[in-house]
């Protein structure tokens, strides 16, 4: 999996996180996935900037694409009162590891759900509030926000939507159902993860909110 004792120490906070919540969420490694981005998991201190502002509530439905190794879905359902966390990823041994993670947390397990899933097959129709942490590229995400705008038809509800390290963000302002609603840019979010915070795109923000309109 990548990543061990330096790693550790570098990004203490997130280490005494995991141990607090009772998991073990480092790691940098391949997905193995078409068109797929490798496991490097957002820091705990980004995930608490990003759910406060989404206002992380008792009626939503949190769903992570491409969850690895369950981060943000551990910190949802620990620190705040959602009605479910689901995470998916097309990684066996990632969602088999969140999995084993689910046996230590410290928290309320039984709304917590992880699927091994492509998330161009899943059926989005649940969820309130999507995550996206840089995931995969743009084909993919193009599939994936197709997939997500049928399930508004099948179920219409307000959904919003937070992608993180937004490479393919082109992809995001080309579907009109979509509004940007926020952005934080690198500043603000200076622990956005361990892999990739200095190879942000020149002018490039570090996190964008969409809502369907
Ligand atoms: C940058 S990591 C994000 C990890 C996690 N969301 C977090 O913030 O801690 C990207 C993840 O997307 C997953 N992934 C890549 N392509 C995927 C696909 N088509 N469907 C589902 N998951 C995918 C990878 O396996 C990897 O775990």
Redesign the pocket.
Known sequence: MGLGVRSRLLHLKDFLWDWRLGVN?FGF??????????????SYRT?RQVFDCVGLGAEDVLL??????????FFAGFRYPVKAGI?????RG?IEQARRNCDGFRGARDNLHFIE??????DYSKATVI??????GAD?LTK?LARIYESLQANPRPIKIVY??PIEKAVFDRAPWLAKTAEFSPAQVPQL?I??RRSYPKGQPAVVFYTSV
């Open positions: 969420t490694s391949d997905s193995g996935v078409a068109d797929g981005r490798p496991y490097s998991p957002a995930l992570d694409v491409g969850c690895g190794l369950g981060r943000p879905v995470g998916i990823d097309a990684n990632f899933c492509n998330a161009v097959q899943y995550v996206m942490y840089n995931p995969f993919t994936v993180l390290n993860d892999g990739n």
